[in-house]
DNA sequence: GTCTATAGGGTGATAGAC
DNA sequence: GTCTATCACCCTATAGAC
């Protein structure tokens, strides 16, 4: 029938296999259990998609793309950077603690994807992450100026970093007071790290600003800041 | 033969194993493709091993012992904690970029014993790490007093974090530069946090030494401090 | 687009000779 | 302890009717 009804059939796939991989983990989901989960004839599964594989990744994008919208609208305005730092950390915690299976789903998928040439899949998980986190810092940073997009790259780099790794630790071994209390840690040396960065763009901000006045009438301009990725 | 000899294929046949793994990545790593790694008859694995499963669980346990060992070889005593902090991320970073590889075939072994109902191995593996870290740094806190040994498995338990943190954006998006500046930031971080806990740590020896000064003459002692875990 | 039936092959595990 | 041969099952994918 029309692609509505089709593609409405290949989510309803998506959303088996999301249970499917939940329930037994990605080595043991087969297309079967899959289809049984989705309630839909196994053939169909191959209709819609590619392969097996195919299919996973397209879980993959799937589970990415709500992960980043549920935190993005999880995120609130904060008034200063450090309170951005502190907000942002506790609000994705506690979304990815509530949905800890997805995210076991996530690692394992995203594993998956190194293997089976989908590295780019990866890449554009990782990148989904970070922009994610330096948005949601640059809302505030560019208010106060207090930081460039490309610093709060790096803070979204090293928040994304602790939040992976907290994530790991409580899923190889569960301890919720423990990781509560990483979780404060990691918060204070988001907010540390941030305050140094700060520190550094103004010093550079001055040094450029000593510049661009003692060149003033040497050189004809252009003071355009490199932006390094 | 003798269990020598017994030991000695069974051995072979985890080297094959993780061969295998390396090149297939545990979803399409088969019994059949780590008997001819190992070069050894397919039955062979079987007498060795109750099962592929029991089989990959020994292979994550001999990569976890490896690694440990490895690292805990390579660490070199420093005179203060900050330098220490330092060089533990410095050499354990430069290892797991050396061994990518295996530590990519370790993450999909955990993700895999946590699903097969080898829990306890995943937490096992927690476990040996941070216990690693936190001897490394104990050895050195002790000797200045810096520290007390669960304040070191909470500094452990960071550095941990940090390290699987920048290892997992390593693999879903090889950048070495970019990873060399995490690690940099990561190292700042470490050893920020170190200070904090030594602050605390001195604050509290201060009112537990006025606190038992007052109580001298009132009760007769023991002030022992409580090791939380 | 959806479904039933099945092809074609690979899987983990084992029996039984040596 | 080691090996060959094989079992019994499950896998992904597709052919072809509707």
Redesign the interface.
Known sequence: MSSAKSARTANQVIQGALRALCL?????TTTRKIAAEAKVPLATLHYHFESKSALLMAVLKHLIDETTAALRIEAKRSADLASCVEQLLRRAWLFLIRTRDLQ?VQ??L???A??EGAQWL??R???AYVNLYRDLLFDVAKQTGALNASDCA?LA??I???????L??E???PNRS?SA??LE??I??GQ??AL?LQKECRERNHRRQKKATMELDVLPGSGQAALSV
Chains 1, 2 share one sequence.
């Open positions: 037994n983990g990605v080595q043991a076991l690692y394992e995203t594993f998956y190194l293997r990866a890449e998980q990782y990148d790096a780099r090293f994304l970093a602790g939040i992976d790794g907290l790991i630790q899923l190889a071994k423990r209390k990483g840690v990691l204070r040396a540390s790290y140094l």
